[in-house]
């Protein structure tokens, strides 16, 4: 079974290669020729915002180990995908998912924050495991699992 990302981490990063650090690199080379700053600030903009996303997803892993280590952990059934057709990540599609589980006191049904989703994947391929800490049923986090490698031929 392999792991689904959450959009966080690959888009901090593409923010930051992709329009950060050329645009400083760029208004470096501007600031000596004419003495303009607007795409130094630019570049200082598109870094802070893809470091601002890397530390999204640094908090959500050390959430995600403190509630391994602490907390409960319940087998999700995925009942539906919700595509948010605004964003899109290269060929990834970015969507919410629906999920149920059975604890203690009942069934219930949530629908969950953003993952990265191949357009080859199907609600049938795709699990889920849900960690909630004990005290605090608001506090959870879902881990989405793809069943078998969409990938290899």
């Known amino acids: 079974m392999e792991v689904i990302e959450t959009p966080w981490n690959r888009l901090g990063k593409f923010i930051e290669l992709g329009f950060g650090i050329p645009f400083f690199i760029v ?33 959500d892993k050390y959430k995600l180990k403190i509630l391994e280590k602490e907390g409960l952990c319940y087998e999700c059934f995925v009942t539906g995908v919700i595509p948010i057709n605004m ?14 589980y059975n604890s203690e006191q009942s069934e ?28 605090n049923n608001r506090q959870r986090i879902l881990i989405l699992f793809r069943n078998k490698d969409i990938f290899k031929v």
Do not use: H, M
């Not at 130094?40 to 996303?53: E, K, S």
């Open 27 to 59: 208004g470096l080379f501007w600031l000596f020729q004419d003495r303009s700053v607007a795409f130094l600030y630019n570049g200082v903009l598109w870094i802070v915002v893809g470091l601002i996303l890397l530390l999204k997803a640094k908090i």
């Open 87 to 100: 964003i899109r990540i290269g060929n990834y599609l970015t969507a919410r998912i629906k999920y149920t």
């Open 108 to 135: 219930i049904n949530d629908i969950s924050g953003c993952y990265l989703l191949s357009p080859w994947d199907r609600v049938e391929n795709l699990s889920a495991r849900i960690y909630i800490k004990r005290n």
